[in-house]
């Protein structure tokens, strides 16, 4: 079983910024892909961000691209979601992902890629 630990969630006005961490610290023995999806009470969980096992290949959601930002530590599992110019449309449970066995190259998008989760972290965005 891997436990990922989310942390960075939090109260924030509009326009603000936060920043997401994710670890896997009981998984070291390989690099995997990984991913951020949100949600909200009465709704399917979405996808927000995606990247790929090195880094460099990263995917977003339309309704977040260019003011969200998703990063990884090189060399362990762990990942980065930078959220700027924050909305209340934003807020949400933000949930981090994980994939084992992924290709090298890709990012996964879709909810049944992923093998692991978080068990969330809160984002509101008011006023």
């Known amino acids: 079983q891997v436990h990922l630990v989310e942390s960075g969630g939090g109260l924030v006005q509009p326009g603000d910024s936060l920043r997401l961490s994710c670890a896997a610290p009981?998984?070291?023995?390989?690099?995997?892909?990984m991913g951020w999806f949100r949600q909200v009470p009465g709704k399917d969980r979405e996808f927000v961000a995606a990247i790929n096992r090195s880094g460099g290949r990263s995917a977003y959601a339309d309704s977040v691209k260019g003011r969200f930002t998703i990063s990884r530590d090189g060399i362990k599992n762990a990942e980065f979601l930078q959220m700027n110019s924050l909305k209340p449309e934003d807020t949400a449970v933000y949930y981090c992902?994980?994939?084992?066995?992924?290709?090298?190259?890709?990012?996964?998008?879709?909810?049944?890629?992923?093998?692991?989760w978080g068990l969330g972290i809160q984002v509101t965005v008011s006023s």
């Open positions: 992902a994980l994939k084992s066995r992924g290709n090298l190259d890709r990012y996964y998008q879709k909810l049944d890629d992923y093998d692991y």
């Open positions: 009981e998984r070291t023995t390989s690099i995997d892909p």
